[in-house]
C-alpha cells in the first residue's frame, strides 16, 4: 500500500557531522573522563515502570534507546533505532525499519521481536499499568514483519506517533524480561542491572547515592566520547547548586533562579535559558463532585495571582498558561482563549453562584461541609512554595487547603498511580506536538495521563479530529477549538510556563541545547575538554 514517508535525516547528518568533528578533536577531550549530574530521587531503571518520573527519565534515555528521537536542530521525529518509517494511505498503520548490527549491553542482538514485546506485552497490557501508556491508546498491536521491520496496526489515525515514540518511550530486552510475570517489577533489573542499547550501561547503583554509567564500546552510534556518568541522588536543589559550583557536579536544572546569583559571577559555569513544551497547572480531582462544577473551577483560578506567582517562586522567568500547548508551538498556539486574570471578587461571585456560601469561621460551607482540600505536595523544585501560595489565595476566597509535604516518591504513588488527592500542584513536560491526548482523553482518566480524571465526550471528539487531520491547516484549525473549550472548562488550572534554566561547567561539550531530553538522547557526543 502506498503511503507517505515521514522521517528527515537532517539528525543523522547532524550526527554524522558531530562524529567527525570529534574525530578531529580527539586529542582536545579526555575519552575516559566521568560527567558528574545529579538526580533528586533513587531512580528506576525500567522507562515502563509506574511512577518512574523525573527522577527516572533522563538516565533511562541513555540507556534505552527509542525508536526515534528528537532531531536537535528543530525536535522534529529523527531515527534512532529506527532509520526510516512510514504510514499507510489509510492512517491505520505506521511500518518503522530498524537499524541492523545494534546489540544489547549483554551482546544479545537487537530484533523486532523486543520492540514487540515492549507494546504489546507491556505498553499495550492493560493489567500493568505501564508509564505513559495511554500515549498509545490508539495503537492495537505491534507486528513483526521480518527481524528488522515492524508495523504499528491502529485502531485509529494517529498523526503525531512518532513524537510519542521519541518521548520517554525505551525499548526493553524481552530476552531478559519475556519470562517476568510482570517485567515492569524486576527488581534486579529496575534497581541493580538493567539491560539497554544505550551509549551507556549501569555498572552499579548504590540506594541513595549514585548510579553510575560506563560507555558502551559496540553501540551503534559509535563510542561515546566520555568514560562513564555518575548521577548523585542529591534531593536538595540548594545543594546541587552547591555542588556544581564547588566542579562536583558538572550540569545542573535549576530549580529556582534565585540560585544563580552564585552562578553568573563564575567563569567556569554556563548558564542555558530554554524554551520546552511544559506547563505548571492545579489539578483538581473531578472525581470529587465539588470540582465537576466548572464555576468552582474557575472560581479557583481567578483566585490565583498568577503573574505575583511567576515572579516569586520563578523570579519572572515564565509567562502566564492559558492551555497545554505552549508558545513553542507557534504554529498552534492560540491566544485568543479565555482569560483569568487576578480577581478575587469575581471568584467568591461564581463560588457563591455555585452554592458556597461563608460559615462563621470564614470558610465556605455547602450543604453543611466546609470548603476543605486535601492537597499533596512533592519535595521537588517549585512545587512546595508554589504550593503555599495557592493555599493563601485559596484561603482569602475562603477556600481552605490542607498542604501536606511528601517526599518525592511517596508524593508520585499517591497523587499519580493512586489517585489519593483532591488538588495538587504538578507540571506535564510533553513531546512537541499539539496532540494532548493522552493527557486530556476521558480514556486517560483514573489509570492513565489524565490526572484530573476529566471526562469530556465533545472534548474527545476534537482530539479524534485532530488525530486524522493529514494537513497542518486543518490541523491548527482543530486544536485552536482544543484550545477554546480547554480554556473555558479547565480541567486543569493552568498556572504558568516556565523557562528552563540549566547551568553547565564549561568543561563539558557536545551537549544539544535545544532542550535537556534532546541533550540526553544524544549523550553518545558529549565530551569533557581537558
Same mark, same amino acid.
Given at each position: 500500500?502506498?503511503?507517505?514517508?515521514?522521517?528527515?535525516?537532517?539528525?543523522?547528518?547532524?550526527?554524522?557531522?558531530?562524529?567527525?568533528?570529534?574525530?578531529?578533536?580527539?586529542?582536545?577531550?579526555?575519552?575516559?573522563?566521568?560527567?558528574?549530574?545529579?538526580?533528586?530521587?533513587?531512580?528506576?531503571?525500567?522507562?515502563?515502570?509506574?511512577?518512574?518520573?523525573?527522577?527516572?527519565?533522563?538516565?533511562?534515555?541513555?540507556?534505552?534507546?527509542?525508536?526515534?528521537?528528537?532531531?536537535?536542530?528543530?525536535?522534529?521525529?529523527?531515527?534512532?533505532?529506527?532509520?526510516?518509517?512510514?504510514?499507510?494511505?489509510?492512517?491505520?498503520?505506521?511500518?518503522?525499519?530498524?537499524?541492523?548490527?545494534?546489540?544489547?549491553?549483554?551482546?544479545?542482538?537487537?530484533?523486532?521481536?523486543?520492540?514487540?514485546?515492549?507494546?504489546?506485552?507491556?505498553?499495550?497490557?492493560?493489567?500493568?499499568?505501564?508509564?505513559?501508556?495511554?500515549?498509545?491508546?490508539?495503537?492495537?498491536?505491534?507486528?513483526?514483519? *521480518?527481524?528488522?521491520?515492524? +508495523? =504499528?496496526?491502529?485502531?485509529?489515525?494517529?498523526?503525531? #506517533?512518532? &513524537?510519542? !515514540?521519541?518521548?520517554? %518511550?525505551?525499548?526493553?530486552?524481552?530476552?531478559?524480561?519475556?519470562?517476568?510475570?510482570?517485567?515492569?517489577?524486576?527488581?534486579?533489573?529496575?534497581?541493580?542491572?538493567?539491560?539497554?542499547?544505550?551509549?551507556?550501561?549501569?555498572?552499579?547503583?548504590?540506594?541513595?547515592?549514585?548510579?553510575?554509567?560506563?560507555?558502551?564500546?559496540?553501540?551503534?552510534?559509535?563510542?561515546?566520547?566520555?568514560?562513564?556518568?555518575?548521577?548523585?541522588?542529591?534531593?536538595?536543589?540548594?545543594?546541587?547548586?552547591?555542588?556544581?559550583?564547588?566542579?562536583?557536579?558538572?550540569?545542573?536544572?535549576?530549580?529556582?533562579?534565585?540560585?544563580?546569583?552564585?552562578?553568573?559571577?563564575?567563569?567556569?559555569?554556563?548558564?542555558?535559558?530554554?524554551?520546552?513544551?511544559?506547563?505548571?497547572?492545579?489539578?483538581? *480531582?473531578?472525581?470529587?463532585? +465539588? =470540582?465537576?462544577?466548572?464555576?468552582?473551577?474557575?472560581? #479557583?483560578? &481567578?483566585? !490565583?495571582?498568577?503573574? %505575583?506567582?511567576?515572579?516569586?517562586?520563578?523570579?519572572?522567568?515564565?509567562?502566564?498558561?492559558?492551555?497545554?500547548?505552549?508558545?513553542?508551538?507557534?504554529?498552534?498556539?492560540?491566544?485568543?482563549?479565555?482569560?483569568?486574570?487576578?480577581?478575587?471578587?469575581?471568584?467568591?461571585?461564581?463560588?457563591?453562584?455555585?452554592?458556597?456560601?461563608?460559615?462563621?469561621?470564614?470558610?465556605?460551607?455547602?450543604?453543611?461541609?466546609?470548603?476543605?482540600?486535601?492537597?499533596?505536595?512533592?519535595?521537588?523544585?517549585?512545587?512546595?512554595?508554589?504550593?503555599?501560595?495557592?493555599?493563601?489565595?485559596?484561603?482569602?476566597?475562603?477556600?481552605?487547603?490542607?498542604?501536606?509535604?511528601?517526599?518525592?516518591?511517596?508524593?508520585?504513588?499517591?497523587?499519580?498511580?493512586?489517585?489519593?488527592?483532591?488538588?495538587?500542584?504538578?507540571?506535564?513536560?510533553?513531546?512537541?506536538?499539539?496532540?494532548?491526548?493522552?493527557?486530556?482523553?476521558?480514556?486517560?482518566?483514573?489509570?492513565?495521563?489524565?490526572?484530573?480524571?476529566?471526562?469530556?465526550?465533545?472534548?474527545?471528539?476534537?482530539?479524534?479530529?485532530?488525530?486524522?487531520?493529514?494537513?497542518?491547516?486543518?490541523?491548527?484549525?482543530?486544536?485552536?477549538?482544543?484550545?477554546?473549550?480547554?480554556?473555558?472548562?479547565?480541567?486543569?488550572?493552568?498556572?504558568?510556563?516556565?523557562?528552563?534554566?540549566?547551568?553547565?561547567?564549561?568543561?563539558?561539550?557536545?551537549?544539544?541545547?535545544?532542550?535537556?531530553?534532546?541533550?540526553?538522547?544524544?549523550?553518545?557526543?558529549?565530551?569533557?575538554?581537558?
Amino acid at each position: 500500500m502506498k503511503g507517505t514517508r515521514w522521517y528527515t535525516g537532517v539528525g543523522a547528518l547532524l550526527l554524522a557531522a558531530s562524529l567527525s568533528l570529534g574525530g578531529a578533536l580527539a586529542q582536545d577531550f579526555d575519552p575516559n573522563a566521568t560527567v558528574n549530574l545529579a538526580t533528586n530521587a533513587d531512580p528506576t531503571l525500567n522507562p515502563w515502570t509506574s511512577g518512574a518520573v523525573v527522577e527516572s527519565n533522563l538516565i533511562n534515555t541513555i540507556v534505552f534507546d527509542q525508536l526515534v528521537r528528537y532531531n536537535k536542530k528543530d525536535l522534529s521525529p529523527a531515527p534512532g533505532l529506527a532509520t526510516s518509517w512510514k504510514v499507510s494511505a489509510d492512517g491505520l498503520s505506521w511500518t518503522f525499519n530498524l537499524r541492523k548490527g545494534v546489540t544489547w549491553h549483554d551482546g544479545k542482538p537487537f530484533t523486532a521481536d523486543d520492540v514487540a514485546f515492549t507494546f504489546n506485552d507491556v505498553v499495550l497490557n492493560k493489567k500493568l499499568g505501564a508509564q505513559n501508556a495511554g500515549n498509545f491508546s490508539k495503537v492495537k498491536s505491534v507486528e513483526v514483519v *521480518n527481524p528488522t521491520t515492524v +508495523r =504499528f496496526v491502529l485502531s485509529a489515525p494517529f498523526s503525531s #506517533l512518532p &513524537y510519542y !515514540l521519541a518521548y520517554f %518511550a525505551g525499548i526493553l530486552p524481552k530476552h531478559a524480561l519475556g519470562g517476568a510475570e510482570n517485567p515492569l517489577q524486576v527488581a534486579g533489573f529496575n534497581k541493580k542491572s538493567p539491560v539497554g542499547t544505550g551509549a551507556f550501561r549501569v555498572a552499579e547503583f548504590v540506594p541513595g547515592s549514585y548510579v553510575r554509567l560506563v560507555k558502551y564500546d559496540k553501540y551503534w552510534g559509535g563510542s561515546p566520547k566520555v568514560g562513564s556518568i555518575v548521577f548523585k541522588i542529591v534531593p536538595d536543589p540548594n545543594t546541587q547548586m552547591a555542588q556544581v559550583i564547588s566542579g562536583e557536579l558538572d550540569f545542573v536544572s535549576v530549580s529556582n533562579p534565585a540560585l544563580l546569583a552564585g552562578v553568573e559571577r563564575n567563569a567556569r559555569l554556563q548558564v542555558l535559558r530554554q524554551s520546552q513544551n511544559l506547563y505548571y497547572f492545579v489539578a483538581l *480531582n473531578q472525581n470529587d463532585p +465539588r =470540582f465537576r462544577d466548572v464555576r468552582v473551577r474557575q472560581a #479557583l483560578l &481567578y483566585a !490565583l495571582d498568577r503573574k %505575583a506567582m511567576i515572579d516569586s517562586v520563578v523570579r519572572g522567568y515564565g509567562t502566564i498558561a492559558t492551555g497545554p500547548i505552549a508558545p513553542l508551538q507557534k504554529v498552534f498556539y492560540a491566544k485568543d482563549v479565555p482569560q483569568y486574570e487576578y480577581n478575587p471578587k469575581k471568584a467568591q461571585e461564581l463560588l457563591r453562584a455555585a452554592g458556597w456560601t461563608p460559615g462563621p469561621d470564614g470558610v465556605l460551607v455547602k450543604d453543611g461541609k466546609p470548603f476543605e482540600v486535601d492537597m499533596p505536595t512533592g519535595q521537588f523544585g517549585y512545587l512546595v512554595p508554589a504550593t503555599l501560595l495557592v493555599q493563601q489565595y485559596w484561603k482569602a476566597v475562603g477556600v481552605k487547603a490542607n498542604v501536606n509535604v511528601m517526599e518525592w516518591n511517596a508524593y508520585i504513588q499517591k497523587m499519580f498511580v493512586n489517585r489519593q488527592y483532591e488538588a495538587t500542584l504538578a507540571w506535564w513536560s510533553t513531546p512537541p506536538t499539539p496532540d494532548v491526548t493522552p493527557y486530556y482523553a476521558s480514556s486517560a482518566a483514573d489509570k492513565g495521563n489524565n490526572i484530573p480524571n476529566y471526562k469530556n465526550p465533545a472534548l474527545d471528539k476534537l482530539l479524534e479530529e485532530g488525530l486524522k487531520a493529514t494537513k497542518v491547516q486543518e490541523q491548527v484549525l482543530t486544536y485552536r477549538r482544543v484550545q477554546r473549550l480547554l480554556a473555558e472548562q479547565l480541567p486543569y488550572l493552568y498556572l504558568w510556563y516556565p523557562d528552563i534554566i540549566s547551568v553547565r561547567n564549561e568543561k563539558l561539550g557536545g551537549m544539544a541545547e535545544i532542550n535537556t531530553a534532546t541533550a540526553f538522547q544524544h549523550s553518545a557526543e558529549w565530551f569533557v575538554k581537558r
